[in-house]
């Protein structure tokens, strides 16, 4: 019965975490969902066969050449 008290509040504070943290990532999921449709709405990103929008990436524009 002493490993159950012992054990109890840690197994408590890492379960309150774990519903925290995927509170947070649900919310977050939602949100990127949410700004994905908006985006393909207005006409920007490009639609993945997911219906999510990829963004493009600075990487996907032409660097000007350094100067010397």
């Known amino acids: ?5 012992v054990l109890a509040p840690s197994v ?10 995927k509170a947070i990532f649900n919310a977050d999921k ?8 908006a985006q ?3 006409g920007f990103g490009i639609a993945n066969p997911a219906g999510e929008v990829q963004r493009l990436s600075n990487s996907s524009f032409p660097r ?5």
């Open 30 to 37: 939602s949100e990127r969902q949410a700004e994905a449709r």
């Open 40 to 42: 393909e709405e207005a």
């Open 1 to 5: 019965m002493e490993y159950i008290a």
């Open 12 to 21: 408590v504070v890492g379960l309150l975490f774990w519903f925290a943290m």
């Open 64 to 68: 000007p050449s350094p100067k010397i």
